[in-house]
């Protein structure tokens, strides 16, 4: 099933801004993976933008204030990501 003119035209006129005219590398990436899944495979480039999204969850308030704040001291660091302080 081929998108309409409309649509396609949208789609193009989207993706060629997001690759040549953003500053941003992650953007810029995410559509040139986006232009060469659709102009493969268009059911793979279905299934992936309609695929369910895992929840993103915040666990923040799950954290005891002292240690939150211990943890913002070491953000470049593994503590950080371990939810555990330096020893």
Known sequence: ????????????????????????PDL??????YWRLLSTDPEAAKDVVLAEKPTISDDSHSLEPSLLDS?????????????????
């Open 28 to 33: 810029r990436d995410r559509a040139y993976i």
């Open 1 to 24: 099933k081929r998108p309409t003119e409309g649509p396609q035209a949208k789609i193009q006129t989207v993706l060629h801004q997001a690759t040549q005219e953003t500053d941003n």
């Open 71 to 87: 943890l913002l001291g070491q953000l470049g660091t593994l503590a950080s990501v371990y939810h555990k302080p330096p020893e």
